[in-house]
């Protein structure tokens, strides 16, 4: 079925659950309660975790499966956010015409710089990459003005010349992002006792296309040509002594990883329609290759919970100030009160990239594999205690005497 296998085809069920049941799982507390600020169930955090998942996903075709690590992916994430704020501008407000065009333009930027970046490897393929991203930002920041609008970012105007739509609504307002009418930022709330879930449009065509993009990957990771990007990652060269030239391969899946950043952008640009040169930051580089190690490189499943993970340190850590401690601490003498604060405080809110920074210290020094592998030996160890007590269970049960036959 879909051409995968069961453990695949039950991969993917349990991924569009999480998915399409984002607003439940994500919100476990009250609104009203203190544990809330660690509800990440909120429209704009639930886009950013299926956007970044698809940026990691297509980062892992490259880096899980081939092995080259590019600094420069970003370069591709903010070309989409470009591609698909002009295709707003200039046709209509329809957010598929704009996610198709990102793709297309990040694809074939990411064929010109992989042409070029794929002569070397190792640490200089790296340093390649790194460069051309640099490049890219200080062309979008400052050169390419009239088309990025310079440090200011581009974003939609009233006099925008719009072909297929208006460009200012009945009320004089920018018009919003939709699917053929239906609004991305349109949200459907529901309260249930002290609980309130939100419904979100645009996450959920997000959470669809990732969906898609999940299960792209995982047939390119079980096809022949997944096959033969695993060897390269094995051993180029031996590959090559077999007569084998690795370079299209190679360069096939800069270019898949490539367009699957171009979508995040898209993406990105289609839920807040804005694109800025920051987005094509060396930090914003580093942070997918972070999201991919954290998660587990080579893995179907690990890059979705790296970035899941880094954005919700990134979002909610980040909002834990001193007031919120607190609140947290204020049922203990002031003294000791005020000191656990002290202590706390360099760990959350603009120190969350400390804690990030210990957390992914911790994962690669004790879980080399990500958290994927530290799922598997929670596994491991339910399935020795659930087999240590079914062997207990039958040494104590009464044995039963043989049949004799009259």
């Given amino acids: 079925m879909l051409g995968i296998d069961k453990k695949d ?13 984002a607003p439940f799982i994500l919100n476990p507390f009250p609104a009203g309660s203190e544990l809330a600020q660690f509800n990440a169930g909120y429209p704009d955090l639930m886009q950013r975790f299926v956007i970044f998942g698809i940026f990691a996903i297509g980062f892992n075709i490259l880096f899980g499966l081939t092995g080259y690590l590019s600094f420069g992916h970003a370069a591709f994430l903010g070309v989409g956010s470009y591609s698909a704020v002009w295709m707003f501008k200039l046709l209509s407000m329809n957010v598929l015409p704009a996610i198709i065009l990102s793709v297309i333009v990040a694809g074939l930027f990411s064929l010109l710089i992989g042409f070029v970046s794929l002569r070397r490897s190792g640490i200089y393929f790296s340093i390649l990459t790194l460069a051309f991203a640099q490049m890219s930002f200080n062309l979008a920041y400052s050169v390419l003005t009239p088309i990025t609008n310079g440090e200011t970012g581009l974003q939609l105007t009233l006099n925008d010349p719009r072909v297929l739509g208006s460009s200012a609504t009945a009320d004089g307002s920018i018009p919003v992002t939709n699917l053929f009418g239906l609004e991305m930022r349109s949200t459907y709330e529901m309260e249930v006792g002290a609980w309130l879930f939100q419904f979100n449009a645009g996450y959920y065509l997000c959470a669809f296309i990732m969906l898609a993009a999940f299960y792209l990957a995982m047939r390119i990771f079980r096809s022949p040509f997944g096959m033969m990007l695993r060897a390269i990652k094995t051993n180029q060269t031996r590959l090559n002594y077999t007569g084998l030239n690795s370079r299209p391969y190679t360069l096939a899946a800069f270019v898949i990883s490539g367009m699957y950043a171009g979508l995040a952008g898209g993406l990105m640009a289609s839920m807040d329609p804005l694109a800025g040169a920051e987005r094509m930051q060396w930090t914003a580089s580093g942070e997918v290759v972070l999201m991919t190690i954290l998660g587990g490189a080579g893995t179907m499943l690990g890059p979705v919970l790296g970035a899941g993970f880094i954005k919700y340190f990134e979002n909610i850590f980040s909002k834990i100030n001193d007031s919120v401690l607190h609140g947290w601490f204020a049922f203990l003498p002031d003294g000791m009160e005020n000191a656990l604060v002290t202590i706390v405080h360099p760990f959350v809110g603009k120190g969350w990239h400390l804690t990030l920074g210990l957390l992914f210290m911790a994962v690669v020094i004790f879980l080399p594999g990500g958290l994927i592998e ?26 039963q005497a043989p049949h004799v036959a009259e």
């Fill in 374 to 399: 530290g799922g598997q030996r929670i596994a491991k160890m339910f399935k020795k205690k659930k087999g240590s007590s079914s062997d207990d269970d039958s040494e104590h049960s009464p044995k």
């Fill in 9 to 21: 085809r039950n991969l993917l069920v349990v991924v569009a659950v999480l998915a399409l049941a």
